[in-house]
């Protein structure tokens, strides 16, 4: 990393939207009283170009023409025409919006202190850009990048309402915080079927942004124990947050080109006893009604299922086995009393209790 005073910063809002201002480094060496020589200027783009940062001579190529031909190729392989493609449209829509200049920000702001909404929807429509600049990053996590797109633009519309131009530092350095975090908490809030924590999720981004930067660093792929020590944290909390970024599966989803078996078909329900089971069950059952059978008469047989839901009858109250027997409440009770006493012989308690406990 160059030397500079100062370029650690510049270097991590670069890392949070995937670009730096030749503007900005030029500013960095004049502040230190330094010379931005030809070889200097190779160190920081090869330091950038390292760590993944685009370094532009000025904002407007936030949005290259190159996200049009992807669009434009996208909505050709999707089949459909290139007007068809909101994120096409949505380019073409803002690629002729003038930027700001940093008097204009600030003739700007004051006049949305004003209470002026020309001014507040001009601001906001000359940093539509920087939302697309951003947004891309976090293609890939759950929302596609129109939804991206229009949530990054309810944080710009948050930057533009707190924007402060008396502290002096550009809109984009601003606003690049309040996108950043729209983006994130929609994609903890509506990006999974199952909800992470929004702690959970700004942990996996900066997990995810350690390990970009090692990659570029080291040339390969970083080691948990890497990525760790980078992060402070110890390795079983790195691969648990590894474990909340896998995204759930259907288990209806068709097995490969088969769309008549699912995932389903092919999984084990633990839950349910299998083919030995369901015999074995059913064999116990037809013992215990052979016993009660044997043991009971045709009534106190009635009373006991309906009070204890044998026989997959439905469990009744006294007052509702009166009801259906034409007998009274106490009527039940001493059948009830009488029908278990018959069933506390040692032989018949332990047919029965094979059939309870199976």
């Known amino acids: 990393m160059p030397t500079i005073a100062g370029f650690e910063d510049l270097f991590d809002r670069g890392r949070e939207v995937g670009y730096v201002l030749m503007q900005d480094i030029e500013d960095l060496y004049e502040e230190e009283n330094e010379v931005l020589d030809t070889g200097k200027l190779a160190i920081v783009r090869q330091f950038l170009e390292s760590s993944n940062i685009d370094l532009l001579d000025s904002e407007s190529e936030i949005l290259r023409p190159d996200d049009e031909v992807e ?10 025409s290139i007007q068809a493609d909101p994120v096409w449209q949505y380019l073409k829509d803002i690629h002729d919006i003038p930027l700001l200049t940093a008097a204009q920000e600030v003739d700007l702001a004051q006049r949305i202190e004003s209470g002026d909404e020309t001014a507040r929807q001009q601001f906001t429509l000359s940093n539509l850009r920087l939302v697309v600049s951003i947004a891309k990053r976090y293609v890939g996590r759950g929302l596609s990048l129109i939804d991206l797109i229009q949530e ?5 519309m948050r930057a533009v309402q707190k924007f402060d131009w008396r502290r002096g530092y550009k809109f984009s350095t601003y606003a690049t915080w309040w996108i950043r975090q729209a983006i994130t908490r929609a994609i903890a809030d509506k990006g999974r079927t199952i909800r992470l924590p929004v702690h959970v999720s700004e942990a996996l981004t900066k997990l995810n942004g350690v390990q970009q ?3 570029q660093e080291l ?5 948990d124990e890497e990525v760790a020590d980078e992060l402070g944290l ?3 909390r790195i691969r648990e947050t590894r474990l909340a970024s ?3 599966s259907s288990i209806d989803q068709p097995m490969g080109d088969d769309e008549d078996a699912s995932v389903g078909d092919f999984v084990m329900d633990r839950t349910e006893p299998g083919p030995e089971g369901v015999t074995h069950e059913r064999m116990l059952r037809q013992e215990a009604e052979r016993t009660l059978e044997t043991v009971l008469n045709e009534r106190e047989k009635m009373v006991l299922e309906m009070r204890y839901g044998l ?6 109250a006294l007052e509702k086995i009166g009801e259906k027997l034409n007998l009274t409440r106490e009527r ?3 059948i009830e009393a009488q029908a278990l006493r018959k069933l506390r012989d040692p032989e018949i308690s332990r047919k029965l209790r094979e059939y309870l406990t199976a």
């Open 71 to 80: 669009a434009t190729e996208r909505a050709d392989a999707d089949g459909g």
């Open 152 to 156: 990054g633009n309810i944080g710009l």
């Open 213 to 215: 930067r090692l990659t």
């Open 219 to 223: 040339g390969r792929e970083p080691t």
């Open 234 to 236: 110890d390795v079983v």
């Open 246 to 248: 896998r995204l759930p």
């Open 311 to 316: 026989g997959d009858r439905e469990v009744f």
């Open 332 to 334: 039940v009770r001493q």
